[in-house]
C-alpha cells in the first residue's frame, strides 16, 4: 500500500513540475478558484459520524488552460464531518482494543489532495459548463469524543473526485463558481473501528474564480 502512495505522490510532482515547465513558454489563460463546500456524506463517512450534510468544508485550486476547451490543475480542500453516537464501537488500535459505548462525539476530517483536469463548453469570456476529474490522495482523520478521552486515526487513501458544475462570467476576470463534486477514497487498510477504510461524499462548491493572462 505504501508502495502504491509513492507512486500516486510521484505521478502528482511529474503533473505538476510539467505544467510549471510549460507556463513560461505558453501564454494562455489560467484560473484561480476559491469555494465553500456544503457536503453531504456517504457509505462508511455516514455511519461513522452519524451526520446529515456538513457546512464547514473550504477548498482552493489552480487551473490552467492549454487549450480553449481544456484545462489541467491542482486542488486541495479540507472538509469536517461531526455528529453523535451511543451505539456500541469497537476500537482496535495498538493502545487500545475493545468495545466503547455511552455518548460518543464522531469527526471525520478529510483532506483531498489531488492533479485534475476538465473540458468546457462556450468560449472564454462567457458562461462555461465544465466536467473534470481529479486523482491523488485524500487524508482522512477519523476520531470519537468520550466524555474526556480521545481515539483517532489519520490514513492517507488514493481518491478520485468527479466533478461538473458552471462558470457564470461577473466582469472581465472574475466568475462565479457552481459545481458538484463527489469525492471516493479507497481502502486504505483497517480504520479506527476496524472496518472498511472506504470513505465517500458529495460536495457542492460555491465561489468565486480569477482569470489571469499567463506569458
Known amino acids: 500500500m505504501k508502495r502504491a502512495y509513492t507512486k500516486v505522490i510521484k505521478i502528482m510532482a511529474l503533473i505538476a513540475l510539467a505544467l510549471v515547465v510549460s507556463l513560461p513558454s505558453m501564454a494562455n489563460e489560467s484560473m484561480t478558484f476559491l469555494t465553500w463546500n456544503i457536503s453531504i456524506p456517504n457509505g462508511n463517512t455516514k455511519d461513522f459520524t452519524k451526520d446529515s450534510s456538513s457546512l464547514r468544508g ?16 491542482l486542488y486541495g480542500a479540507w472538509q469536517v464531518f461531526n455528529g453523535s453516537s451511543d451505539e456500541l464501537i469497537a476500537i482496535d488500535r495498538e493502545d487500545f ?14 483532506w483531498p489532495v489531488m492533479v485534475n483536469a476538465h473540458f468546457y463548453t462556450g ?10 476529474a481529479g486523482a491523488g490522495l485524500i487524508g482522512i482523520e477519523e476520531r470519537v469524543d468520550i466524555s474526556v478521552i480521545a481515539f483517532q486515526g489519520t490514513k492517507w487513501h488514493f481518491g478520485i473526485a468527479p466533478e461538473v458544475g458552471i462558470a457564470y462570467p461577473l466582469d472581465y476576470n ?3 463558481i457552481v459545481s458538484g463534486k463527489y469525492h471516493y477514497a479507497f481502502s486504505a487498510g483497517d480504520r479506527l473501528s476496524a472496518e472498511s477504510a472506504t470513505h465517500s461524499f458529495i460536495s457542492i462548491n460555491i465561489g468565486l474564480s480569477f482569470n489571469t493572462d499567463m506569458l
Open 174 to 176: 472574475m466568475s462565479l
Open 123 to 132: 468560449n472564454p469570456g462567457g458562461t462555461r459548463l465544465f466536467i473534470g
Open 97 to 110: 482494543k475493545g468495545d466503547v459505548s455511552g455518548t460518543q462525539w464522531r469527526y471525520v476530517n478529510a
Open 58 to 73: 473550504v477548498a482552493a485550486e489552480f487551473r490552467y488552460f492549454v487549450g480553449p476547451q481544456f484545462s489541467v490543475g
